[in-house]
């Protein structure tokens, strides 16, 4: 399994460098003063998403162009689009580029598990929550099975490699939440993470505990575990995964979040989100 999600991963990778410099066309900042009204008249939306973040947003690899993108995000984004009457396309990224091209008004949103951070809301508008996970289990720690007993918290990685998402919730956690670690690994991807630890080249990864566990469930040789009695805190306001918009496109944003507003009452993102737990787990992901 793992052989095989190095192969994709390269496949990947290389699909990704085409997006960033040429097979999709990132354009310049938008020169109109309402991006909501540009979208409608261009006649597509661009969207764009880190695809490693199962059942979110990820690859089947069975599939091929736009439609290999696949997860309950990309529900979402193909809802938008639908309702704004216009084209989807969808441009995978490294996390740090999905930030940094909206960011920096490249791209009409992001719509790639964004949470709340202080930082985030300066750099850029950010929607209503949309999706609260029912039970959610939080964000934790995972380690290796040998380190049961071992790694109980942050107290007790002071001499140990911390690896997380960059740009990421959990890199915000290690900053403000683990008082002393050996050495702070930041990755693109967080299953980049999970294979550090498991590999031996970091030994904590801080991690949404619903993804690990998806990962585990679905690699049941990985020698992987979440540890037990710990959960890193958070504040209210970090809660809810988000959609990213350039500084100051407040008519797409206002927009946004009505079209937001329906698909809460409907309930329509929770199914997506159980549809493509589902989907993502039999991919092995």
Not at 126 to 134: A, I, N, T, V, W
Not at 176 to 181: D, K, T, V
Request: aromatic fraction near 8%; glycine fraction near 8%.
């Amino acid at each position: 399994m793992i052989k095989i999600k190095r192969v994709l991963g390269i496949l990947t990778a290389a699909v990704m460098l085409m997006a960033a410099f040429g097979g999709c066309s990132a354009k310049p900042a938008q020169d109109s003063a309402n991006r909501l009204d540009a979208i409608i008249a261009r006649g597509y939306l661009e969207v764009v998403t880190e695809p490693y973040f199962a059942p979110n947003e990820f690859i089947d690899p069975s599939k091929s162009g736009n439609d290999s993108y696949v997860g309950s995000d990309i529900e979402l984004a193909r809802y938008i689009a639908d309702d704004l009457g216009v084209e989807l396309r969808v441009i995978p990224l490294e996390f740090s580029a999905v930030l940094a091209g909206v960011t920096e008004g490249k791209y009409d949103m992001a719509i790639s598990a964004l949470a709340y951070t202080p930082a985030r809301e300066e750099a850029m508008n950010l929607s209503k929550g949309y999706h609260f996970p029912k039970g959610s289990l939080g964000h934790g720690l995972l380690i290796r099975e040998d380190d049961i007993g071992k790694i109980t918290g942050p107290e007790s990685v002071s001499d140990l490699v911390v690896v997380a998402q960059s740009g990421s919730l959990q890199e915000l956690f290690v900053n403000q939440q683990i008082p002393e670690y050996k050495e702070f690994k930041r990755v693109s991807a967080t299953t980049d993470g999970f294979l550090m630890v498991q590999e031996n080249k970091a030994d904590v990864c801080v991690t949404n505990k619903k993804t690990a566990q998806l990962y585990i469930d679905a690699n049941t040789n990985c020698g992987l575990i979440i540890v037990e009695d710990f959960t890193f805190a958070e504040d209210e306001s970090t809660q809810g995964t988000r959609i990213g918009m350039p500084l100051g496109e407040d008519e797409l944003t206002a927009r946004i979040n009505k079209i937001i507003d329906e698909v809460i009452e409907s309930g329509i993102y929770d199914e997506w989100y159980e549809e493509y737990s589902e989907y993502a787990s039999s991919l092995g992901l």
